[in-house]
């Protein structure tokens, strides 16, 4: 098991930046695809971002490439989002969770992730 605690969350104006982390402990991170997820209110969770375990491979959502970048860091055991010219669209919850998954087409599914953190709330201001 791996426990996953999110953190650098905030409220942030329109075009500004925030990069969110997420410290995980237990089991091995580095035998954990990261993923990192948004759901804002009323709607579904929705796939941001995923890197694979050696952090050789990234995947993105149409709607953030470009302005986000997922990264890890296996030593610290943490996950990175480096989120840049926010929009107010990009205001949720944003959950980090790991998966034992190894097929790329289950990358951007929710359900395909096994452990996930409390999330950390980013809104941005227009």
């Known amino acids: 098991q791996v426990q996953l605690v999110e953190s650098g969350g905030g409220l942030v104006q329109a075009g500004g930046s925030l990069r969110l982390s997420c410290a995980a402990s237990?089991?091995?991170?580095?035998?954990?695809?990261m993923g990192w997820f948004r759901q804002a209110p009323g709607k579904e969770r929705d796939f941001v971002a995923a890197?694979?375990?050696?952090?050789?491979?990234?995947y993105y959502a149409d709607s953030v490439k470009g302005r986000f970048t997922i990264s890890r860091d296996n030593a610290k055991n943490t996950v990175y989002l480096q989120m840049n010219s926010l929009k107010p669209e990009d205001t949720a919850v944003y959950y980090c969770?790991?998966?034992?998954?190894?097929?790329?087409?289950?990358?951007?599914?929710?359900?395909?992730?096994?452990?996930w953190g409390q999330g950390t709330q980013v809104t941005v201001s227009s």
């Open positions: 890197i694979s375990r050696s952090g050789i491979s990234t």
């Open positions: 237990g089991r091995t991170f580095s035998t954990y695809r």
């Open positions: 969770a790991a998966s034992e998954a190894s097929s790329i087409s289950s990358v951007r599914m929710p359900r395909e992730y096994d452990y």
